[in-house]
């Protein structure tokens, strides 16, 4: 059974300062997902890897880094939070670059005072 | 620029009752769409999805209509039971990449 897990469900943060987000996934997947999801706006993919050490952005990556240093991790980093980045976050991880056989973490709720 | 319209917010059903589910797209070079389901609390998870070859797909209670030419696909849920009751995103990808989710629809089954 797949497992993807995220770090936190709740993150409260202040402008300014730097998030890491983290997500692991336990079942040996290459690719690796980075989405918000925002009310009215549907799931938006900020990053992705498809290896280790490997990034590509998104549609929305302005703000955002991303660290790809072990194939079951992948961190998600506001390196300066601001407000407009108060979101849900999910990670989602794939065996194969088939839309369908993503699976998702159950999403980290983060709030930027 | 949404790619990809779920123009209903919620919809409320009762147990029993078909629930359908609509979703409008506005890219023509979309060719696989996909239906994910999400309870509070957890991720998304897969559902259903269909190929721009067909314009229909089955899976048990689960139906997904695809119109081309109207760009518009809908998901039918056939009888409705409460544990149904989550949100719906409908996403659409071309070649199995760029995938685009909608915002969204909330559904309710009522006992």
């Known amino acids: 059974d797949v497992k993807v897990t995220q770090s936190s469900r709740y993150l409260v943060k202040r402008t300014g300062e730097k998030v890491f987000l983290e997500c692991v996934q336990d079942m040996d997947h290459e690719n690796m997902f980075w989405y918000r999801q925002d009310p009215g706006l549907g799931l938006r993919l900020i990053y992705f890897?498809?290896?280790?050490?490997?990034?590509e952005k998104g549609d929305i990556p302005e703000g955002y880094s991303v660290s790809r240093e072990k194939k079951e991790r992948f961190s998600l980093i506001l390196e300066s939070a601001s407000t407009n980045q108060t979101s849900m976050y999910l990670c989602?991880?794939?065996?194969?670059?088939?839309?369908?056989?993503?699976?998702f973490g159950p999403g980290t709720r983060l709030l930027v005072l | 620029d949404q790619q990809v319209k779920q123009n209903s917010p919620s919809l409320s059903v009762q147990e029993g009752r078909i629930s359908i589910l609509n979703c409008d797209y506005t890219?023509?070079?979309?060719?696989?769409f996909l239906w994910y389901k999400k309870y509070p609390a957890e991720g998304p998870t897969f559902l259903i999805s269909i190929s721009s070859i067909k314009d229909k797909n089955e899976d048990g209670r689960f139906t997904v209509f695809l119109n081309k030419s109207a760009k518009h696909l809908s998901l039918h849920i056939v009888p409705s039971q409460p544990g149904d009751s989550a949100v719906y995103f409908c996403?659409?990808?071309?070649?199995?990449?760029?995938?685009?989710f909608g915002a969204g629809t909330r559904l309710t089954v009522k006992p």
């Open positions: 996403a659409a990808s071309v070649n199995n990449n760029d995938m685009r």
């Open positions: 890219n023509s070079m979309f060719d696989y």
């Open positions: 890897s498809y290896d280790v050490k490997m990034k």
């Open positions: 989602a991880s794939s065996l194969t670059r088939g839309l369908e056989t993503q699976y």
